[in-house]
């Protein structure tokens, strides 16, 4: 089953939930449970970065237990899709696209 989540530049982000469930959550197991926050983020994040490593992957990112939250996402010519998502301290340095 897949979740189409609309972000504010205009992105709609497919969110795979058997690759959610099977991968990132075997990678980041203090997500679980968190499958709202993640789309949240995506919806309505504080900020939106370009990785400095592939300019084809944005940062998402937004509060998350006194933390913040990253969800990560490839961009491709059909669609945009997330590959993971994990609780981090700092905005990672990139090209900001968006902000609030």
């Known amino acids: 089953m897949q979740i189409?989540?609309?972000?504010?530049?205009?992105?709609?982000?497919?969110?795979d939930?058997?690759?959610f469930y099977n991968s990132i959550l075997q990678k980041h197991p203090t997500l679980n449970g968190h499958e709202k926050d993640i789309i949240n983020s995506?919806?309505?994040?504080?900020t939106i970065r370009r990785s400095r490593h592939d300019s084809d992957?944005?940062?998402?990112?937004?509060?998350?237990?006194?933390?913040?939250?990253?969800?990560?996402v490839k961009t491709?010519?059909?669609?945009?899709?997330?590959?993971t998502a994990y609780p981090c301290d700092s905005v990672k340095i990139g090209e900001v696209l968006w902000q609030k």
């Not at 992957?57 to 990560?72: A, G, K, T």
């Not at 491709?76 to 590959?83: D, G, N, Q």
């Open 4 to 15: 189409l989540i609309q972000s504010p530049i205009g992105q709609t982000i497919r969110l």
């Open 17 to 19: 939930l058997h690759y």
């Open 76 to 83: 491709t010519e059909l669609y945009s899709f997330l590959i």
């Open 42 to 46: 995506l919806e309505s994040p504080f």
């Open 57 to 72: 992957v944005l940062l998402y990112y937004s509060i998350f237990e006194n933390r913040m939250l990253c969800c990560v």
